[in-house]
């Protein structure tokens, strides 16, 4: 990456952090460890932070389709993807404050069933930096929804899990690079900054 990432048109995306989803994975506590120091940075330089959980209310379940796999799946879940359920919180290792952007999803995606887009072009965003598990679900469909949306993306590969690790690596090293550029939160301390005048 060539450009630095102006914080006062990016905005970090923290996607999935939930108690129930984060119990999901293997060792959990590195990949929080790496996305709170990716807040704090991005919090740091002025840049927007923004969340986005998945939940579904019973309303929310009852409208999908019989044939969708979604559905069931978000059926199945049961209360650790339930609106008002603990598990569906942003987990407290990476929690929002007063201000940030906060929004419920009830697909796989950041867009579709939000907001977001219109939150983040209200505050002049174009550069999205994400973090998020799934990296083969949200991260890979706000790739490319965001792709699409013609936004700068930024994916924060070792801030991004799933629960299959070569399922990973291979969308960090051979998709992604395709439409987003793919670095460390490390390398996020570095790049994000105010351009030279």
Known sequence: ??????????ALLVMDYQPGIVALLDDPQPLLERAARAVAIARDRGATVGYVRVAFTER????FAPTSRMGHTAVAAGERLRDDAPQTA????????EGD????KTRVGAFSTTDLHQQLQARGIDTLLLAGISTSGVV??????GYDRD???????DACADPNPGTHEFL???LYPR???VISVDELDAQLQLPAT
């Open 1 to 10: 990456m060539s450009d630095p990432i102006d914080p006062r048109r990016s």
């Open 60 to 63: 929310d379940l009852r409208s």
């Open 90 to 97: 942003i987990h407290a290792a990476v929690a929002p404050r």
């Open 101 to 104: 952007v906060i929004v419920r």
């Open 140 to 145: 890979l469909s706000t790739v490319r929804d």
């Open 151 to 157: 936004y700068r993306l930024v994916v924060l590969a």
């Open 172 to 174: 960090t090293q051979t």
């Open 179 to 181: 439409q987003a550029d």
